[in-house]
């Protein structure tokens, strides 16, 4: 099974700060993701990437951007955090053939 | 449009008591796959089952029990003889054969089983 690791599970950040989410795969996967899930508002995709240095933008990219140097790190940054990018943010790895396997997700506030 | 809906929000039961949540999706393809994850309050969603559209047979694993109707594009789970520790949110998802490998999730539905 896809292993899928995310760096911290709380992070307590201050307005304007630049946030770096990590999330670290330990099979040779080439499909990433990344989604903030909101309570009433269920899991929404934010970017996911296909390979090395590839990326695609989900249904709520603003505010974020991503890395992806190496195949098993996918980085989600927030350039400048803010108040309403307080969520629960999850990465997983995997195929919509197969179905994904998701970190235990970094709750972040910013305050 | 949301293509998949999970109209319970929350639901709560005594333990032992027999739960089902319903989930109901859309799409035009007619090659798709539906799954279920459980998301404990420890936060990792879990995967649960998968099923792909040319496989209706509904599936038992123990307390566990998937029905799947394409007539009435519902993929609902059953959980049998509740206990605590099926205290979770539950998400269904669809994903279609065309968009790839995009994920389309329901909202959720928390479900809390009273002892």
């Known amino acids: 099974d896809v292993k899928v690791t995310q760096s911290s599970r709380y992070l307590v950040k201050r307005t304007g700060e630049k946030v770096f989410l990590e999330c670290v795969q330990d099979m040779d996967h080439e499909n990433m993701f990344w989604y903030r899930q909101d309570p009433g508002l269920g899991l929404r995709l934010i970017y996911f990437?296909?390979?090395?240095?590839?990326?695609e933008k989900g249904d709520i990219p603003e505010g974020y951007s991503v890395s992806r140097e190496k195949k098993e790190r996918f980085s989600l940054i927030l350039e400048s955090a803010s108040t309403n990018q307080t969520s629960m943010y999850l990465c997983?790895?995997?195929?919509?053939?197969?179905?994904?396997?998701f970190g235990s997700g970094t709750r972040l506030t910013v305050v | 449009a949301q293509k998949v809906t999970q109209a319970q929000t929350e639901i709560s039961v005594v333990e032992k008591e027999d739960v089902t949540l319903d989930c109901v999706y859309e799409t035009r393809d007619t090659t798709y796959y539906l799954f279920w994850y459980k998301q404990p309050p420890s936060g990792e969603l879990v995967f649960l089952i998968r099923?792909?559209?040319?496989?209706?047979q509904n599936e038992i694993s123990g307390r566990y029990s998937w029905n799947f109707q394409k007539s009435t594009s519902s993929f609902n789970f059953t959980i049998t003889a509740s206990q605590v520790v099926d205290s979770a949110v539950y998400f269904c998802a669809l994903s279609e054969d065309h968009t790839g490998n995009q994920f389309y999730f329901g909202t959720g539905t928390s479900l809390t089983v009273i002892p």
């Open positions: 997983a790895a995997g195929t919509a053939f197969y179905g994904y396997t």
């Open positions: 099923r792909n559209s040319f496989d209706e």
């Open positions: 990437s296909y390979d090395v240095k590839m990326k």
